[in-house]
């Protein structure tokens, strides 16, 4: 079956700490990945994504993240947390040229001032 | 940017009643637009693809009378809830896409729907 998974589902750090968010998808095909983030009352804005070439993905907000094909991972990091990076992290696998996405459980990063 | 709008934002309606929200794309024309369902500190769920000019695709278990789609041009989707119950009380979130190769979608920002 096709599926996205998140790892963490509530994160907390204090601002300057490093973050790392687990995403690891399942399903075969042509493989596309996202990450989206959702602040607090506001609409989901795509961090950054992969769809071939580099596996190293650089996004917006200094965010990154690092296709491993073996490990079937797309891993969310950043070196150094901000508090205005509280929000819901959404990892999600694109299928194919269809344009569905299929969304990770999320997860909430709370960072402390 | 691409700009994905909707409407309402919030709606509260009494159970049996039909609620119908909007999805606009403002400044591109998306052939193909998708219909997401948000609970509560949960994912969200692709409910349907909204394709232009044709019927939705249903995703399983989403039923297609309950959850009336319609995209009747390249810049507007609506999804109508008909009969509404508590249950449907959700999070309604529609996205967009410029329909190229890369596949990214755009978010509106979202749809809350009370049912009493």
Redesign the interface.
Known sequence: AQSVSQHNHHVILSEAASLELGCNYSYGGTV?L?W?VQYPG?????LL?Y?SGDPLVKGIKGFEAEFIKSKFSFNLRKPSVQWSDTAEY?CAG?LG??????????T?LQVKP | GAV?SQHPSRVICKSGTSVKIECRSLDFQAT?M?W?RQFP??????MA?SNEGSKATYEQGVEKDKFLINHASLTLSTLTVTSAHPEDSSFY?C?A?RGD??????????TRLTVL
């Open positions: 596309n996202f989206y506001q609409h989901l804005q795509l994504k769809f959404f694109g040229n269809t344009g569905k996405l299929i969304f990770g459980q999320g909430t | 994905v193909t998708f997401y500190k949960q994912s969200l769920m692709l693809t979130i996205s896409g190769s890369t596949d990214t979608q755009y978010f509106g920002p979202g």
